[in-house]
Structure formats: C-alpha cells, structure tokens
Antibody, heavy 122, light 107 residues
C-alpha cells in the first residue's frame, strides 16, 4: 500500500523559510508526480505546485512562483517543498500528494500525506 | 489559470436525502474533473476521476456527470459518514486548481 509520510509541525518567524519533506513507500516513486497542496485554517484546498521525478520537471501555481521550490531525492523516495519569505498568511496545513499521470499531464491525487502544520508567528 | 466554482458553498441535508453539488469551470475542461471528500482533520480522499469514474471502494451512491464546463456530484441517499466537505479539481492543464468546496452538514 502506498504511504506518504510528512515531516513534523513547524513554527516559523515572518520572513523565514520552511522546508517540508514527504517520504513515499509502497510504490514506484519516480513514475508518478508529486504535488503540494495547502489548506489555511477553515479554508479550501490550494494547489501550490508539483514535480514529475522521472523527468525532473516542475510546475508552480502563479501565486507561489519565485517563492516555492519543489525537489525530490529519488534515492530516498522523498519529495521536498521549500517556501520562502513566509508571512502570517502562510499559516496552513501543507499536504503532499501522489498524482497519477495522464501521459505527461498530472491528473488526480490518489494518495495523500498526513499533512504538516506550518505556523508563522512573530 | 482555470477557475473552478462550486455551488452551493454549504448545504444542510438529512440522512436518506439526495444531494447534488455543482462545479463550474471558467473554460472547457472536457471531462478532466475529479472529486474529493474531506473530513475534519483528515487529508482529502479521491472519490471520482474523469468526471464519472468511481474509485475502487467508493460506494455506488456517489455518482458524477458532466463535461465541458459544468459538472455535478450526486449522492443518491445521504449516509451519516457522508457528512464532509467536497471539492472538485480540474486536470485539463498542468496547473491544477480546486473548487472552493461544498460543506455537507446535518440538518
């Protein structure tokens, strides 16, 4: 069974950066995409960006361009999301999710991590 | 980016009711539309892909339809475990987007 296990909760200061990890097991890591989705308290789901490990290609939501970097370490079957210049509005639960591919296009999120709460507070 | 608009944003219903949730895309997305269910404190769960393809293990009371810009998720007979928030998500292009969600609450 596929499992995605994320790193633990973080508390950060405004202006700093956070890096969240997502370790996959039980599947073939490189043949799927990995996306990061966040959810602010009481709000909906927001796609931040994703990566296709086998191609090393990334795509980011326009809102986060220049501020988010998604990478993978294929040898560790682990994906990372690095978000910089944090503000109070970045307080949210951050999820990684495995994304099935339709050819080269990310399609649906079939497995999710447990979520990582990132709190930005002065 | 493609905007996804769900309606209603919330609804109240009773066990046994038929519930319909609508999702509209800002441009045609063919049938590249997926649905998720999320319960409080949990990660979302995939219900349906390609607008109408039920995922393994999802009860048959859930159904989906639509193409182009207008889609629906229907629960034919609401069960206690169905009270949750539902999201649509388009995969027409590489920049994936979600609808704002529909919370289904107990009447």
């Amino acid at each position: 069974q596929v499992q995605l296990v994320q790193s633990g909760a973080e508390v950060k200061k405004p202006g700093s950066s956070v890096k969240v990890s997502c370790k996959a097991s039980g599947g073939t890591f490189s043949t799927y995409a990995i996306s990061w989705v966040r959810q602010a308290p009481g709000q909906g789901l927001e796609w931040m960006g994703g990566i296709i490990p086998i191609f090393g290609t990334t795509d980011y939501a326009q809102k986060f361009q220049g501020r988010v970097t998604i990478t993978t370490d294929d040898s560790r079957s682990t994906a990372y999301m690095d978000l910089s210049s944090l503000t109070l509005q970045d307080t949210a639960v951050y999820y990684c999710a495995r994304v099935a591919l339709r050819g080269l296009i990310p399609d649906y999120f079939d497995f999710w991590g447990q979520g990582t709460l990132v709190t930005v507070s002065s | 980016d493609i905007q996804m608009t769900q309606s209603p944003s919330s609804l109240s219903a009773s066990v046994g009711d038929r519930v319909t949730i609508t999702c509209r895309a800002s441009q045609s997305i063919a049938t590249y539309l997926n649905w998720y269910q999320q319960k409080p404190g949990k990660a979302p769960k995939l219900l349906m892909s390609a607008a109408s393809s039920l995922q393994s293990g999802v009860p048959s009371r859930f159904s989906g339809s639509g193409s182009g810009t207008d889609f629906t998720l229907t629960i034919s007979s609401l069960q206690p475990e169905d009270f949750a928030t539902y999201y649509c998500q388009q995969s027409y292009n590489t920049r994936l987007t979600f609808g704002g969600g529909t919370k289904v609450a107990i009447k």
